[in-house]
DNA sequence: TACTTGACATAAG
DNA sequence: ACTTATGCCAAGT
């Protein structure tokens, strides 16, 4: 019954992903209310035939391409990144490091 | 029902 | 930073 609106919500949450950003599997999943299914949100996209969709703007939760190194669709998806802007290197875009940025200003220089 | 598969995640080594 | 092992969940056989 609630299998159109489960996937509906993936999808919203995929269109909410901002020009320029990207974020992961289970990311979404999260924000589409329905933690711990990645996995689903990977199934939709297999079969997402919207090219009007952001679908590009979800990796792995390492960065990472999540489509067969080299395969067409991980060329385009690379394009697709690159054309906004995103810097892909290796089939990976750069990963944020919190841990790194809070630490730094807790335990930077003067402090 | 049992087993396999997949555009995943996370912890360990 | 890279690889392996486990856990996960929905669909397909």
Redesign the pocket.
Same mark, same amino acid.
């Given at each position: 019954m609630d *299998?159109l609106s489960a996937e509906a919500r993936i999808l919203a949450a995929i269109r909410a992903i901002p020009r320029g950003q990207v974020a @992961?599997? #289970? *990311?979404v999943a999260r924000r589409a209310g329905l933690p @711990?299914? +990645? $996995?689903? =949100? +990977?199934?939709i996209?297999?079969g997402?035939a919207d090219t009007a969709l952001p679908?590009?703007r =979800?990796l $792995?939760?390492?960065g990472r391409i +999540?489509?067969p190194e080299n395969s067409r #669709?991980w060329h385009e998806?690379v394009q697709r990144l690159r054309a906004e802007g995103v810097r892909v290197e290796r089939g990976r875009v750069r990963v944020a490091k919190p841990a790194a940025d809070l630490d730094a200003a807790l335990w930077g220089p003067r402090r």
């Open positions: *299998e @992961g599997y #289970g *990311e @711990g299914r +990645a $996995r689903l =949100v +990977a199934r996209l297999s997402n679908w590009h =979800v $792995r939760s390492d +999540a489509l #669709g998806q």
